[in-house]
């Protein structure tokens, strides 16, 4: 993987950690999901005119967009149901551990990539260090489908004492949060060769608008049918100034990534992405105050072992 590649692959993955660890710890996660992706669509409307005046749009080109959407769709609602119901620490790494060797297996299949031994090597280093993190966390927060928060001054959304202790070292596969971690795995994989293919094709900015302003659409609509429209509203205007920035980072990010899948084959991107987990495990011990153990850590340099490999590669 080029230097260039990979350093898109990195930025992009440190945003992507941050903004799912506001998530985690929002107090209405749908009001957050609908914020901040309305605001990805508002600061990068004009970059996606110049794009389309630059480069057009053909009828053609909406078949991708159709495709995209209702993954990425799928993703906001199965990752909203996991942080409901279980630890960032346990759902973000199983999520994002499991996609990579999807992605690898779409890519072989359907865009006739062949990773090198030391890309699979890379590949499986990271994958494994990621299950690792996965199994090192327990504990099931409970929830509904709601997707809310913990309320102010109340008790931590996290799985600990001795139910934590005792499902540690395992995955739990009956676990609710653990099931859609591996369903949001499973879209992940779908969404990324998706949009490797759809960035190749209609280009990174005209297609990332496109995809997310339908994925807002129907998240909006969700809201609606939920009679949730005016709990989103009041969210959005009360956290505006939150939802801006991350908006913008998210969504910059993104690109990068779509970026980085025109130059480089997906499944080392997909693999590469995984960087965020490293992310993710430092905003999980200091931002959203959960466990971290000495597994974790020696997962964390698993998947460090792994980003070597593929820049290697």
């Not at 890309?119 to 990271?126: D, K, Q, T």
Request: aromatic letters at 12%; a positive charge.
């Amino acid at each position: 993987m080029e230097l260039t590649a990979f350093l898109l692959v990195l930025s992009g993955a440190a945003v992507h950690a941050l903004w799912n660890s506001l998530l985690k710890r929002s107090q209405s996660r749908l009001a957050f999901s609908v914020g901040f992706i309305a605001f990805q669509c508002v600061v990068l409307l004009p970059w996606f005119a110049v794009a389309v005046w630059q480069s057009g749009l053909e009828p053609h080109q909406w078949v991708w967009v159709a495709a995209s959407v209702p993954l990425h769709f799928g993703y906001f609602l199965v990752l909203l149901r996991g942080y409901s119901s279980g630890d960032f620490s346990l759902v973000y790494p199983i999520a994002r551990g499991l996609a990579p060797l999807l992605v690898t297996l779409w890519g072989m299949l359907f865009a006739g990539e062949r990773p090198s031994p030391l890309g699979w090597a890379g590949i499986l280093a990271v994958v494994s260090g990621v299950l690792a993190l996965g199994s090192s966390a327990g504990g099931d927060t409970g929830g509904r489908f709601g997707d809310r928060g913990p309320r102010p001054g109340g008790p931590p959304q996290s799985g600990g004492g001795r139910s934590a202790r005792r499902h540690a070292g395992r995955l739990e596969w009956h676990n609710p949060a653990v099931g859609c971690a591996a369903l949001a795995a499973l879209l992940i994989s779908g969404y990324t060769l998706v949009d490797g293919l759809a960035a190749r094709a209609i280009g990174p900015v005209v297609y990332f608008y496109l995809e997310t302003a339908g994925t807002l659409t129907l998240l909006a609509l969700t809201a609606a049918l939920q009679g949730r429209w005016a709990e989103v509203r009041a969210d959005v205007g009360s956290n505006w100034r939150l939802y801006l920035p991350v908006g913008f980072m998210g969504g910059l990010a993104y690109i990068l990534i779509l970026f980085a899948m025109e130059q480089a084959p997906l499944g080392y991107v997909a693999a590469a992405r995984e960087s965020s987990i490293l992310f993710g495990l430092v905003l999980s011990r200091f931002f959203l105050k959960e466990r971290v153990t000495s597994l974790r850590v020696a997962s964390g340099a698993a998947v460090v072992v792994g980003l070597v490999l593929l820049r290697l590669s």
